[in-house]
């Protein structure tokens, strides 16, 4: 098959399958198979998304909880690389450290969701607090265990070259680094993005997760869907914002050979 | 200026109880190309490693003046870099861009790769590879290479070719060069003077000299005399 129709099948296809599973839906709620009053219908689900779009509240929600996930996820990114470059480059403060590190990344985010509202109530901080327990530790995780595995030839041809402390880091260390790292950056993303709606749901007054919460206590099954629609469709656009860093010509290394 | 860039006076070397080398000398003339041979794990790339500086002599004295590089034997290659800028690096002592940027269309020249400067190096074969490590180490002003098993991960008849090449590169761009290699017919075909060395802990079991011109052609009844006199020195054909 040629490029250009793989291309145009990678748009199509997915259509057939969306409109497809919405077919299978308008049948289920045709027949009947469950109480219309636990299972909308797809033009319910439409309305009520046109509804809280027109009135205001889905943007609201939408741009709070992008909010809490961009803080925590680049607060976790900027401590997170600074010391898993720092572990990588000491075998004792590795040993010291890793047991910690990976005992914290087993641990769920949503286990701290208590102490989260304790320590900062209800709003932005929980949130943001949990976001950041939940991918702090995966980026420590990959970075120094990319940091670590970087060829010691690289650096042998760094010291040849003359290169000087900075430029090590700058010049060889961080794009060798690169890809391992972005597809960590795209794992924790997505981790991010499903933290998020927990936390709302339980920690916050508005978001995502607090719009389905708040649906589902009102029995408004068709905002709850169109509220899940929201997020999925949401999580599919960070993951293919955080993709295009692989196009960038200087990593591709990392993911073609 | 002296004429001996590279000495190696009286070294021993050991890792642990592994004796590598045992009260080794030898030294290296300005602009030769010296071929270290011998059975794997004898210490040729620990050679190597004492002339750069990598690594220091047990006991004993290693003499190096001269700006040093080292071709690996693969890989080498910072893979984020395109091959023009894999290159460039060579050039970064130059205090003028337009120095380097000619030097660099230079360089690209000497090693046919115009049209790949812009491709990274795993859009390269391995021969295209090596070919920009050879000129990444020969760029700029540099007096020592060294030279570890170079073509050893390519096919027989690229590792021809690349041995070619680099006879018309030293032509162009002289060096002192020490070639450590498992290849007798590398060694034969390219260096002035030919050291074999002995199981651990090294020796030198024997010198030769070859004295015809490069590039040798490798049927040339000297490069296989001296190819017979290394199999023979190792016990691989008759004397």
């Given at each position: 098959?040629?490029?250009?129709?793989?291309?145009?099948?990678?748009?199509?296809?997915?259509?057939?399958?969306?409109?497809?599973?919405?077919?299978?839906?308008?049948?289920?709620?045709?027949?009947?198979?469950f109480?219309?009053s636990?299972?909308?219908?797809?033009?319910?689900?439409?309305?009520?998304?046109?509804?809280?779009?027109?009135?205001?509240?889905?943007?609201?929600?939408?741009?709070?909880?992008?909010?809490?996930?961009?803080t925590?996820?680049?607060?976790?990114?900027?401590?997170?690389?600074?010391?898993g470059?720092?572990?990588?480059?000491?075998?004792?403060?590795?040993?010291?450290?890793?047991?910690?590190?990976?005992?914290?990344?087993?641990?769920?985010?949503?286990?701290w969701?208590?102490?989260?509202?304790?320590?900062?109530?209800?709003?932005?901080?929980?949130?943001?607090?949990?976001?950041?327990?939940?991918?702090?530790?995966?980026?420590?995780?990959?970075?120094?265990?990319?940091?670590?595995?970087?060829?010691?030839?690289?650096?042998?041809?760094?010291?040849?070259?003359?290169?000087?402390?900075?430029?090590?880091?700058?010049?060889?260390?961080?794009?060798?680094?690169?890809?391992?790292?972005?597809?960590?950056?795209?794992?924790?993303?997505?981790?991010?993005?499903?933290v998020?709606?927990?936390a709302?749901?339980i920690?916050?007054?508005?978001?995502?997760?607090?719009?389905?919460?708040?649906?589902?206590?009102?029995?408004?099954?068709?905002?709850?869907?169109?509220?899940?629609?929201?997020?999925?469709?949401?999580g599919?656009?960070?993951?293919r914002?955080?993709?295009?860093?692989?196009?960038?010509?200087?990593?591709?290394?990392?993911?073609?050979? | 200026?002296?004429?001996?860039?590279?000495?190696?006076?009286?070294?021993?070397?050991s890792?642990?109880s592994?004796?590598?080398?045992?009260n080794?000398?030898?030294?290296?003339?300005?602009?030769?190309?010296?071929?270290?041979?011998?059975?794997?794990?004898?210490?040729?790339?620990?050679?190597?490693?004492?002339?750069?500086?990598?690594?220091?002599?047990?006991?004993?004295?290693?003499?190096?003046?001269?700006?040093?590089?080292?071709?690996?034997?693969?890989?080498?290659?910072?893979?984020?870099?395109?091959?023009?800028?894999?290159?460039?690096?060579?050039l970064?002592?130059?205090?003028?861009?337009?120095?380097?940027?000619?030097q660099?269309?230079?360089?690209?020249?000497?090693?046919?790769?115009?049209?790949?400067?812009?491709?990274?190096?795993?859009?390269?074969?391995?021969?295209?590879?090596?070919?920009?490590?050879?000129?990444?180490?020969?760029a700029?002003?540099?007096?020592?290479?060294?030279?570890?098993?170079?073509?050893?991960?390519?096919?027989?008849?690229?590792?021809?070719?690349?041995?070619r090449?680099?006879?018309?590169?030293?032509?162009?761009?002289?060096?002192?060069?020490v070639?450590?290699?498992?290849?007798?017919?590398?060694?034969?075909?390219?260096?002035?003077?030919?050291?074999?060395?002995?199981?651990?802990?090294?020796?030198?079991?024997?010198?030769?000299?070859?004295?015809?011109?490069?590039?040798?052609?490798?049927?040339?009844p000297?490069?296989?005399?001296?190819?017979?006199?290394?199999?023979?020195?190792?016990?691989?054909?008759?004397?």
């Amino acid at each position: 098959m040629t490029e250009k129709r793989l291309s145009s099948g990678s748009v199509l296809l997915p259509v057939i399958v969306l409109v497809a599973a919405v077919a299978i839906w308008s049948a289920l709620w045709l027949l009947q198979v469950f109480p219309p009053s636990v299972f909308p219908s797809p033009w319910a689900v439409a309305k009520g998304l046109g509804e809280e779009l027109r009135t205001g509240r889905l943007p609201a929600d939408l741009v709070a909880s992008l909010f809490r996930v961009t803080t925590g996820f680049m607060l976790a990114v900027l401590l997170g690389i600074p010391v898993g470059l720092w572990l990588g480059n000491h075998v004792r403060s590795r040993l010291a450290f890793l047991p910690a590190i990976n005992f914290f990344r087993s641990l769920s985010p949503l286990a701290w969701i208590p102490f989260a509202i304790l320590w900062f109530g209800i709003g932005d901080l929980p949130a943001i607090f949990l976001i950041f327990m939940a991918c702090f530790f995966p980026v420590v995780v990959a970075t120094l265990s990319a940091v670590a595995s970087i060829p010691s030839v690289y650096f042998r041809v760094a010291g040849d070259y003359r290169f000087s402390g900075l430029e090590l880091l700058t010049k060889v260390t961080l794009p060798a680094i690169a890809p391992e790292v972005i597809t960590s950056l795209r794992v924790t993303a997505g981790l991010a993005w499903l933290v998020v709606v927990a936390a709302e749901m339980i920690a916050g007054r508005d978001g995502l997760g607090f719009a389905i919460w708040d649906a589902r206590n009102g029995l408004r099954m068709d905002l709850l869907v169109a509220g899940m629609i929201v997020i999925g469709v949401i999580g599919m656009v960070i993951d293919r914002v955080l993709m295009r860093l692989t196009k960038i010509r200087s990593v591709r290394w990392g993911y073609e050979r | 200026m002296n004429d001996k860039p590279l000495r190696i006076e009286d070294c021993s070397v050991s890792f642990g109880s592994v004796e590598v080398f045992r009260n080794l000398s030898l030294e290296i003339a300005r602009g030769e190309f010296l071929a270290v041979v011998g059975p794997s794990g004898c210490g040729k790339t620990t050679l190597l490693n004492l002339f750069s500086g990598f690594l220091k002599p047990t006991k004993g004295n290693v003499v190096c003046s001269g700006r040093v590089r080292t071709v690996y034997q693969h890989d080498s290659l910072f893979p984020w870099q395109t091959a023009a800028q894999n290159i460039a690096m060579g050039l970064r002592d130059l205090s003028s861009d337009a120095e380097s940027a000619r030097q660099l269309q230079e360089m690209l020249r000497l090693i046919n790769l115009e049209e790949f400067a812009e491709h990274y190096p795993h859009q390269l074969s391995g021969g295209m590879r090596q070919r920009v490590e050879l000129a990444r180490a020969l760029a700029g002003a540099t007096d020592i290479l060294l030279l570890d098993e170079p073509f050893s991960s390519l096919d027989y008849l690229t590792r021809l070719r690349l041995r070619r090449e680099l006879a018309r590169m030293l032509e162009e761009l002289p060096r002192t060069v020490v070639l450590v290699t498992h290849d007798i017919e590398e060694a034969a075909q390219l260096a002035d003077r030919i050291v074999v060395l002995s199981e651990r802990p090294a020796r030198i079991c024997r010198e030769l000299s070859v004295s015809i011109p490069r590039p040798r052609e490798l049927t040339h009844p000297t490069v296989v005399e001296t190819v017979h006199a290394i199999l023979a020195e190792f016990g691989l054909e008759q004397n």
